[in-house]
């Protein structure tokens, strides 16, 4: 059974950073299989959308709205996705969810809240 366990939210001022994590298990992020992993988020309202991603192959894309701010990372060894995120904004306040893009089927963490706030 395939887990993504998302950690590092929390609460945190406009221009702060926070460091997400995501744990997979049940599934070895390093295989061909997987073309994809990254994060997703949701505020309040809104439509998911993205906010990063890496490819099998190790290329990035960001959503306009973070580039510059937010970094996505993995580990293979460790089985762990990362959003380094700095320069928070207010609009960053969210649902952060992990996600991993398989071959046949798509996996999603639980999310964990970022929230911006002074």
């Known amino acids: 059974q395939v887990q993504l366990v998302e950690s590092g939210g929390g609460l945190v001022q406009p221009g702060g950073s926070l460091r997400l994590s995501c744990a997979a298990s049940?599934?070895?992020?390093?295989?061909?299989?997987?073309?994809?992993m990254g994060w997703v988020r949701q505020a309040p309202g809104k439509p998911r959308e993205l906010g990063a991603r890496?490819?099998?192959?190790?290329?990035?894309n960001y959503a306009d709205s973070v580039s510059g701010r937010f970094t996505v990372s993995r580990d293979s060894a460790e089985n762990m996705v990362y959003l380094q995120m700095n320069n928070l904004k207010l609009e960053d306040t969210a649902v952060y969810y992990c996600y991993v893009a398989g071959a046949g089927a798509d996996y999603w963490g639980q999310g964990t809240q970022v929230t911006v706030s002074s």
């Open positions: 049940g599934i070895t992020l390093s295989i061909f299989s997987i073309r994809a």
């Open positions: 890496i490819t099998h192959g190790g290329i990035t």
